[in-house]
């Protein structure tokens, strides 16, 4: 079975960083693409970054650029997302998402329970 | 950057009506295109990939059709587990775009 469990979401003033962790089974980790998504408070789906499985080529939305690094430790099954110079809008849950494929270019089939990220004063 | 719009924001419609979800990419992204389900207070989860398959476990009475442009999601017979807000994904390459959502409840 497919478990994504993600840690390391909290309050944080804005400026701050924070880093979130993903731990993923049920699964050959390396051989699939994955990502963060997040979601403001009653709002949609954010699409965030995406590691590939098999180069770990990264993407980025253009709102977090510069700021956020996802990266993965495919030894631990684990997947992270670094956080820097956080800002208001950045207040969400962030999903860890696991694609059908290792290239980035897929749709995602397993999403974990989330982690809510607040940056406030 | 392709931008994703989808149609209409929100609908309502009774038990067994035909449910049709629109979602139109300004450029073309070939059959990229997902369709995920949201219900209220749960997370995610993907009911059609490549604009028409149908991922395992998900009922038959959904359905996707579309490429290049315009894609829509069809619920064949609306059931009251169906209230939810759906959203499609362009994934032909990065950004991974979502469309804003559709809110779908019961009349």
């Known amino acids: 079975e497919v478990q994504l469990l993600e840690s390391g979401g909290g309050l944080v003033q804005p400026g701050g960083s924070l880093r979130l962790s993903c731990a993923a089974s049920?699964?050959?980790?390396?051989?699939?693409?994955m990502s963060w998504v997040r979601q403001a408070p009653a709002k949609g789906l954010e699409w965030v970054s995406t590691?590939?499985?098999?180069?770990?080529?990264?993407y980025y939305a253009d709102s977090v650029k510069g700021r956020f690094t996802i990266s993965r430790d495919n030894s631990k099954n684990t997947l992270f997302l670094q956080m820097n110079n956080l800002r208001a809008e950045d207040t969400a849950v962030y999903y860890c998402?696991?694609?059908?494929?290792?290239?980035?270019?897929?749709?995602?089939?397993?999403w974990g329970q989330g982690t809510l990220v607040t940056v406030s004063s | 950057d392709i931008q994703m719009t989808q149609s209409p924001s929100s609908l309502s419609a009774s038990v067994g009506d035909r449910v049709t979800i629109t979602c139109r990419a300004r450029?073309?992204?070939?059959?990229?295109l997902a369709w995920y389900q949201q219900k209220p207070g749960k997370i995610p989860k993907l009911l059609i990939y490549?604009?028409?398959t149908l991922q395992s476990g998900v009922p038959s009475r959904f359905s996707g059709s579309g490429s290049g442009t315009d894609f829509t999601l069809t619920i064949s017979s609306l059931q009251p587990e169906d209230v939810a807000t759906y959203y499609c994904?362009?994934?032909?390459?990065?950004?991974?775009?979502f469309g804003p959502g559709t809110k779908v409840d019961i009349k």
């Open positions: 998402a696991k694609s059908r494929s290792a290239i980035a270019t897929a749709a995602t089939n397993y």
């Open positions: 049920g699964f050959p980790f390396i051989n699939f693409a």
């Open positions: 590691v590939s499985g098999s180069d770990g080529s990264t």
């Open positions: 450029q073309g992204i070939s059959n990229y």
């Open positions: 490549g604009a028409s």
């Open positions: 994904q362009k994934y032909n390459s990065a950004p991974l775009t």
